[in-house]
């Protein structure tokens, strides 16, 4: 089984930064994808960011310039660094692993919410 833990949500001023943490645990291999996805209220979910064991990215076509994924492959560990963070950043951020496409994940985890607002 495995678990995947977000931490460093939180409500953050429109221009402001937040840095995501997701620690993986179980049973994780090292060709594993990992990504964050996002759902704000009313919308359906969306890939936002994703990350291969190669350390290739993928982002979302909103979040490109802004946001910056990266992993810690001996921590199992994906971050998502978020700046120049804008109202419509405002969602719950969901972390994800994948053994194989990162739009479909095996696993998820429990969601963090960031809230950008004055």
């Known amino acids: 089984q495995v678990q995947l833990v977000e931490s460093g949500g939180g409500l953050v001023q429109p221009g402001g930064s937040l840095r995501l943490s997701c620690a993986a645990s179980g049973s994780i291999f090292g060709t594993n994808v990992m990504g964050w996805f996002r759902q704000a209220p009313g919308k359906e979910r969306e890939l936002v960011a994703a990350?291969?064991?190669?350390?290739?990215?993928n982002y979302a076509d909103s979040v490109k310039g802004r946001f910056t994924i990266s992993r810690d492959n001996a921590k199992n560990t994906v971050y998502l660094q978020m700046n120049s963070l804008k109202p419509e950043d405002t969602a719950v951020y969901y972390c994800?692993?994948?053994?194989?496409?990162?739009?479909?994940?095996?696993?998820w985890g429990q969601g963090t919410q960031v809230t950008v607002s004055s």
């Open positions: 994800t692993t994948s053994w194989g496409s990162y739009y479909y994940p095996d696993y």
């Open positions: 990350i291969t064991s190669s350390g290739s990215t």
